[in-house]
């Protein structure tokens, strides 16, 4: 592994294979994971051209809540650097990248709306 592989904690639309060859052009490799201590929240999104891009006006968003029995699972992806930005563009602009520990104790990003 190199320095310049990122982890991505996905717990919705990046872990859809057409998602994902939209977004970066190819099926990225990943392994099931967890994040504990949150759960999920549907929210309304501002940003509008991202609704149009996914089909919905509600979205996934991480809540940190802090209970142990609290888990949200998903897919953590290896990804470069450049995809990583692809990521970021991917993303609602009012979602923000933050770094978490999964329950594997790997260290990853993972997007989230801390505005709600």
């Not at 057409?18 to 990943?30: E, I, P, T, Y």
């Not at 650097?81 to 260290?107: C, F, I, M, N, T």
């Amino acid at each position: 592994m190199t320095q310049d592989t990122e982890y991505l904690f996905s717990y919705g639309t990046l872990q859809i294979e057409s998602v994902q060859l939209a977004a970066f052009g190819r099926k990225l490799d990943g392994q099931p994971d967890a994040l504990i201590g949150y759960r999920i929240e549907l929210i309304q999104t501002k940003d509008h051209e991202f609704e149009l891009k996914s089909g919905a006006t509600q979205h996934r968003n991480l809540r940190y809540t802090g209970i142990a029995s609290d888990l949200v699972e998903g897919t953590v992806f290896q990804l470069t650097k450049e995809e990583l930005e692809q990521s970021d563009a991917y993303e609602p602009w009012d979602y923000q990248r933050v770094q978490v520990e999964l329950k594997s104790g790997a260290k990853a990003w993972a997007y989230l709306n801390p505005n709600v």
